[in-house]
């Protein structure tokens, strides 16, 4: 059964970093795609970041390029989101996702709020 546990949210100060981290069992982590979503009060959960299963390619939304950074380490079946120069509205909770045998699973989440 895959299960995805999130942690690492909180409030933070516009201009601030977190990072988030992402915990994964029940698959074979270092043959799976991972990526990291979020979803805004009122808004529909859109893609944040991706990562290969090799981690040698990365992807990220317009509006988290240059901010963001998705990593992985496989011996800790762990994947990562660095955010840095932290913005308003990137107030969001955020998600981690994998596809297994087709069927996307997500975590339950974690809160990001950015407000001074």
């Known amino acids: 059964q895959v299960r995805l546990v999130e942690s690492g949210g909180g409030l933070v100060q516009p201009g601030g970093s977190l990072r988030l981290s992402c915990a994964a069992s029940g698959f074979t982590f270092s043959i799976h795609a991972m990526s990291w979503y979020r979803q805004a009060p009122g808004k529909e959960r859109e893609l944040v970041a991706s990562i290969t299963k090799a981690g040698d390619s990365t992807n990220y939304a317009d509006s988290v390029n240059g901010r963001f950074t998705i990593s992985r380490d496989d011996a800790k079946n762990t994947v990562y989101l660095q955010m840095n120069s932290l913005k308003s509205e990137d107030t969001a909770v955020y998600y981690c996702?994998?596809?297994?045998?087709?069927?996307?699973?997500w975590g339950q989440g974690t809160q990001v709020t950015v407000s001074s």
């Open positions: 996702s994998v596809v297994k045998s087709n069927l996307r699973s």
